[in-house]
């Protein structure tokens, strides 16, 4: 882990890094001075960022903030073009605009037993949300799954706040071999108390595990990541469909009954540009990342 941090008192100007700390070979943590979001932000919300006057904007969920310091934190994965140019920013630059905090606030109160299902960057989305159930009274038992062992993040942060982390990895190499939902069945399996399930991360691993809790009718509530351009509700990107019904991730959501949502459409629609982007990502001629 390579850890850079401004060591100045100097004031911060507004959205500029103060810390920038890479977590592993490929998410990067921002920690961000943007008190007027920071006085406001709640679990569940969300973030559209800019990072320069040609930059595109995107979604990033808010993992964690500071009032008394006016900070932010977010965490990304370099997968695309504006990720990487968002990677591409230094401790002491600016980032262009962050609109936020966006989006409905996750429903907190005493359910009971929680479990939280977190998929690779889910869990920064995570966090936030199961310290907020913790603080409300609830028993959080949290279920880490990802690729291999060097991509989990918050291994403490969300042990501070659980009662029990369980991991699997694909490969095996920490906790159980295979997917979260194995796990979460083994505790259903054993008749574990369950009053609710929050299910963060990759949309297929969303789906896949609201089916896993379906027979049983467990409550489970999934944060929808859908392709989002204004975050307002007016430019349409982020529509979903939910029992039916055509709703948009960042002004209904971003959290919906996972049981009630298509995930098949979502999945779908997250493909929609992939060709563009990989054109941008690479340096051609796409118009949607002209920069000239």
Same mark, same amino acid.
């Given at each position: 882990?390579?850890?850079? *941090?401004?060591?100045?008192?100097?004031?911060?100007?507004?959205?500029?890094?103060?810390?920038?700390?890479?977590?592993?070979?490929?998410?990067?943590?921002?920690?961000?001075?943007?008190?007027?979001?920071?006085?406001?932000?709640?679990?569940?919300?969300? %973030?559209?960022?800019?990072?320069?006057?040609? @930059?595109?904007?995107?979604?990033?969920?808010? @993992?964690?903030?500071?009032?008394?310091?006016?900070?932010?934190?977010?965490?990304?994965?370099?997968?695309?073009?504006?990720?990487?140019?968002?990677?591409?920013?230094?401790?002491? *630059?600016?980032?262009? #605009?962050?609109?936020?905090?966006?989006?409905?606030?996750?429903?907190?109160?005493?359910?009971?037993?929680?479990?939280?299902?977190?998929?690779?960057?889910?869990?920064?989305?995570?966090?936030?949300?199961?310290?907020?159930?913790?603080?409300?009274?609830?028993?959080?038992?949290?279920?880490?799954? +990802?690729?291999?062992?060097? %991509?989990?993040?918050?291994?403490? *942060?969300?042990?501070?706040? #659980? @009662?029990?982390?369980?991991?699997?990895?694909?490969?095996?190499?920490?906790?159980?071999?295979?997917?979260?939902?194995?796990?979460?069945?083994? %505790?259903?399996?054993?008749? *574990?108390?369950?009053?609710?399930?929050?299910?963060?991360?990759?949309?297929?691993?969303?789906?896949?595990? #609201?089916?896993?809790?379906?027979?049983?009718?467990?409550?489970?509530?999934?944060?929808?990541? +859908?392709?989002?351009?204004?975050?307002?509700?007016?430019?349409?990107?982020?529509?979903?469909?939910?029992?039916?019904?055509?709703?948009?991730?960042?002004?209904?959501?971003?959290?919906?009954?996972?049981?009630?949502?298509?995930?098949?459409?979502?999945?779908?629609?997250?493909?929609?540009? +992939?060709?563009?982007?990989?054109?941008?990502?690479?340096?051609?001629?796409?118009?949607?990342?002209?920069?000239?």
């Amino acid at each position: 882990m390579v850890m850079f *941090e401004d060591k100045t008192n100097a004031p911060c100007e507004l959205f500029t890094i103060v810390k920038k700390e890479k977590v592993s070979s490929v998410i990067n943590r921002l920690v961000i001075y943007a008190p007027d979001i920071a006085a406001k932000a709640q679990a569940g919300q969300f %973030l559209i960022i800019k990072t320069r006057e040609t @930059s595109e904007r995107f979604p990033l969920t808010l @993992s964690d903030w500071n009032k008394k310091d006016g900070t932010i934190t977010i965490f990304f994965r370099e997968t695309g073009f504006s990720t990487t140019e968002l990677g591409q920013l230094c401790i002491g *630059e600016k980032i262009q #605009s962050i609109a936020g905090p966006l989006g409905n606030p996750s429903e907190i109160r005493k359910y009971g037993t929680v479990v939280m299902a977190c998929g690779g960057l889910g869990t920064a989305a995570a966090y936030p949300i199961a310290r907020a159930l913790k603080e409300a009274g609830n028993t959080v038992i949290t279920l880490l799954g +990802a690729r291999d062992k060097t %991509l989990f993040i918050l291994e403490k *942060e969300m042990s501070s706040v #659980s @009662s029990a982390v369980m991991y699997s990895t694909d490969d095996g190499s920490k906790g159980q071999k295979g997917q979260i939902t194995t796990i979460l069945q083994g %505790l259903i399996d054993k008749k *574990e108390q369950i009053d609710l399930v929050f299910v963060i991360g990759p949309s297929i691993m969303m789906m896949v595990t #609201s089916e896993v809790t379906r027979p049983f009718g467990i409550k489970t509530i999934s944060s929808l990541n +859908a392709i989002m351009v204004d975050g307002m509700g007016m430019c349409g990107a982020c529509r979903v469909t939910v029992d039916g019904q055509t709703k948009f991730a960042c002004v209904d959501g971003p959290e919906f009954d996972a049981h009630k949502a298509n995930f098949k459409e979502l999945i779908q629609r997250l493909k929609s540009y +992939a060709s563009e982007e990989k054109i941008a990502l690479h340096g051609g001629n796409c118009q949607c990342h002209n920069h000239t």
